[in-house]
């Protein structure tokens, strides 16, 4: 441990021992894979800690990468005022990052990104939409189902409803046909969803439009909404599968580069067509900040019609840092690389604090 440089504890959770651990929990080891394939990002950075090294240390910063395990002792072992802990993987149920905040606080560290509140709120999409709509947001509305039997019922729609797992990302648990024509469908996909995942399902009136990826990165002290990197991410699907996202990241991704089966959803700036939709959405993330303190790096996800109607479907505290549109809103918004872009939002904080 440095005695004269900050410290930058990056802690993240590895998809082995998730994989690990939902295995000795009983799961099947194919949906063990899929549900740990959300931490493919801790797999992805991995072999640039070395530049992330680098850049922080031309900052004057030290750069300790911990795993999840690892962490309360690490934590511990800091002071207040010596470190602040950046925890890039999150989770409550499946994954437990959701825990390093809460040690950093427990310890008197600061951290970068949002406490540990809203790590577990942004993980319960039912819990996190009824937040989100008492704000005012435009969320759709949410019926909750457990094992095919509704726990609150679903919101009538005339355009199907869309089905997803309650407390997974990466959309894991969302497949082909999973906007369902109406309330019988929809609890036969939480039939699905709870023999797999062993999780409640969220059924939402589905809502027309072009996906939106927004993401934030407080590189700058004082960053604001306008910040933030607004993109249409056009993959040529209506929207994107537990497939479609494995194939991305990971040991998956990987393979599918190595096969040369790999392509990437192209990303187009909202505010080249659509600057109405644009401004909507900073205004989303400026009531997001400042209602929910969300701060240092989020990501939204989101629907835009043509007519510049906006829907929110969700927010998340942890985006996946290497994953190549975050990457992208590094290089077009900062002109940096990732590794200068967390070096330097580290700096920030440091120097903000």
Known sequence: ???TRPELIFVYEPEDACRTRLIADGFLSQHADEIASYLAQSTDIAPELGEIDAACAA???????????????????????????????????YFRGGASPALA????????????????LCQDKFRSGAVLRALGLPVPEAGLARDGRWIVPAPPSAS????????????????????????DEALGLSRRVHAAYRDDAVAQPYVPGRNVRASFLGVEPGADAEA?????????ADFQTMADSMALYGDTGAAAKAEGLYAEPELVAV???QPGADRSIRAIAATLMDGLGLRDVFSMDLRVEAN???????????PGL?????????????????????????AARFSGR
């Open 308 to 318: 510049d109607t906006v829907h929110l479907i969700e927010f998340e505290v942890c």
């Open 105 to 120: 606080r427990l310890a008197g560290l600061g951290t970068i990104g949002a406490d540990d509140s809203l790590f577990a």
């Open 160 to 183: 199907g409803l869309f089905v997803k797992p309650n407390r997974l990302g990466a959309k894991i648990g969302i497949w082909t046909d999973s906007h369902a024509p109406g309330p």
């Open 1 to 3: 441990m440095s005695a």
């Open 59 to 93: 900052r004057g910063i030290a750069f300790v990468p911990v795993a999840l395990d690892d962490a309360a002792a690490a934590i511990a072992a800091r002071r207040p005022g010596e470190a602040l802990v950046w925890t890039i993987s999150d989770g409550i149920a």
């Open 271 to 273: 505010a080249d067509s």
């Open 228 to 236: 933030l990197g607004i993109y249409f991410v056009d993959s040529g």
């Open 322 to 346: 290497p994953c190549f549109d975050f990457r992208a809103y590094c290089r077009r918004h900062w002109g940096m690389s990732l590794a200068e872009a967390i070096a330097a939002t580290a």
